[in-house]
């Protein structure tokens, strides 16, 4: 073979070679795209979502978080809300809630880096020595913004820790007199919780409107404070009536408005607000005063009369709060057989306090109507 035919042959191998790689490549089969894993959400935000309270939001305003106390104005017989060192006049950081008695408070304070709910007595004209909130502890590390119902049972607080879903929640718990301790909290759900900071919850039962404060989709220092309008039961939304999306949008508070149905219950919710401000929720010049609330002056006959009997049992009222206290307190430090007698006196004080809480409650708000109903017909 002569030397041309040689180098054709060469080359004709060496132009094979990658023709048969490329041919080899080709047969390899293509590596699957990688599995990219959607996060999963938490179930428990998935369960509270499908059990979104049904409620009518009646209005919302944005304020400073430093200053949201102020823009959330009780009656005086549902008690007042402040900041803890503005009551005790010292520098504590916190939040605190007066009863409508002005005897017993509720509020946070530091202990440590976080703050925690602590409660005192009004005795005579000194305030007992803070004693901390038992029973919340479980599955909460931090707890602040207290407020109590006016049947000195039911409590509501925002806590931080493994039972809530973002930073704060809303927790609502009861206060058992028998262990003289709370039981376990419960996280209230959607739409006043979520995946934000929720603090505040607080009803005025006397003109039935609620608040509840929230961070959700607000710039830093800011809080958006809902008004609602609460009920008696509690009524989740009908997942045949409305849609995934339309339930995810009412927990999310989307849109207040999609909460008002067809207006009516808002109107009247809107009334009652006006009428409260309007009268500043004030019979004559009584005015609060962090105690009891003080006559200056009465137009009405009945009214002062009424005032008379409401102060009579104001003053029963705290000492039977200050014969339960002291009472209480020796129960957690005495024996059984010691526990076993207090048992039976302390039942009875319960029920005088609960009827004069209910008599004071009462002459409170027949004093007030006195008062208008005299201005009314003049």
């Known amino acids: 073979m002569n030397l041309r035919k040689i180098t054709i042959l060469l080359l004709a191998i060496l132009l094979s070679l990658p023709m048969a790689a490329q041919k080899r490549k080709s047969n390899k089969k293509p590596k699957p795209a990688p599995v990219v894993e959607?996060?999963?959400?938490?179930?428990?935000?998935?369960?509270?979502?499908?059990?979104?309270?049904?409620?009518?939001?009646?209005?919302?305003?944005?304020?400073?978080?430093?200053?949201?106390?102020?823009?959330?104005?009780?009656?005086?017989?549902?008690?007042?809300l402040m900041n803890t060192g503005a009551f005790f006049r010292n520098q504590?950081?916190?939040?605190?809630?007066?009863?409508?008695?002005?005897?017993?408070?509720?509020?946070?304070?530091?202990?440590?880096?976080?703050?925690?709910?602590?409660?005192?007595?009004?005795?005579?004209?000194?305030?007992?020595?803070?004693?901390?909130?038992?029973?919340?502890?479980?599955?909460?590390?931090e707890a602040s913004y207290p407020f109590m119902l006016t049947d000195g049972l039911?409590?509501?607080?925002?806590?931080?820790?493994?039972?809530?879903?973002?930073?704060?929640?809303?927790?609502?718990?009861?206060?058992?007199?028998?262990?003289?301790?709370?039981?376990?909290?419960e996280n209230i759900?959607?739409?006043?919780?979520?995946?934000?900071?929720?603090?505040?919850?607080?009803?005025?039962?006397?003109?039935?409107?609620?608040?509840?404060?929230?961070?959700?989709?607000?710039?830093?220092?800011?809080?958006?404070?809902?008004?609602?309008?609460?009920?008696?039961?509690?009524?989740?939304?009908?997942?045949?009536?409305?849609?995934?999306?339309?339930?995810?949008?009412?927990?999310?508070?989307?849109?207040?408005?999609d909460t008002w149905g067809n207006g009516t219950e808002r109107k009247a919710a809107l009334d009652r607000i006006k009428s409260k401000y309007?009268?500043?929720?004030?019979?004559?010049?009584?005015?609060?005063?962090g105690d009891a609330a003080s006559a200056v002056e009465f137009h009405s006959k009945e009214a002062n009369s009424l005032y008379q009997k409401l102060l009579k049992e104001q003053n029963a009222l705290d000492i039977v709060n200050s014969s339960l206290d002291l009472l209480r307190q020796k129960y957690h430090k005495a024996n059984?057989?010691?526990?076993?007698?207090?048992?039976s006196e302390i039942l009875k004080l319960e029920e005088q306090a609960l009827q004069l809480n209910a008599s004071v409650k009462q002459l409170t708000k027949a004093t007030r109507n006195a008062e208008i109903n005299s201005k009314n017909h003049k």
């Open 38 to 80: 959607e996060p999963q959400e938490d179930p428990r935000i998935t369960n509270m979502r499908e059990m979104t309270q049904q409620i009518i939001i009646v209005d919302s305003i944005v304020v400073n978080k430093d200053q949201f106390l102020a823009s959330i104005r009780l009656s005086s017989e549902c008690g007042q």
């Open 278 to 289: 309007a009268t500043h929720d004030v019979p004559g010049q009584m005015v609060s005063t």
């Open 154 to 185: 039911t409590f509501y607080f925002a806590g931080k820790g493994e039972e809530s879903i973002g930073g704060f929640d809303i927790f609502m718990t009861r206060y058992d007199s028998r262990s003289g301790s709370f039981l376990k909290p």
């Open 189 to 257: 759900g959607m739409p006043f919780n979520s995946e934000a900071n929720d603090y505040m919850y607080a009803i005025d039962e006397a003109n039935r409107i609620g608040y509840f404060v929230s961070d959700r989709r607000q710039p830093e220092g800011k809080v958006c404070i809902y008004i609602f309008i609460p009920s008696d039961t509690r009524k989740t939304y009908d997942n045949s009536k409305y849609t995934e999306e339309q339930i995810r949008n009412f927990a999310d508070i989307a849109s207040i408005a």
């Open 336 to 343: 059984a057989s010691e526990r076993n007698r207090m048992k």
């Open 92 to 141: 504590l950081q916190g939040t605190l809630y007066l009863n409508e008695m002005g005897n017993k408070v509720y509020f946070s304070q530091p202990d440590g880096h976080q703050q925690q709910l602590y409660t005192a007595d009004k005795l005579g004209n000194e305030w007992s020595k803070p004693q901390p909130l038992q029973g919340l502890s479980e599955g909460i590390d």
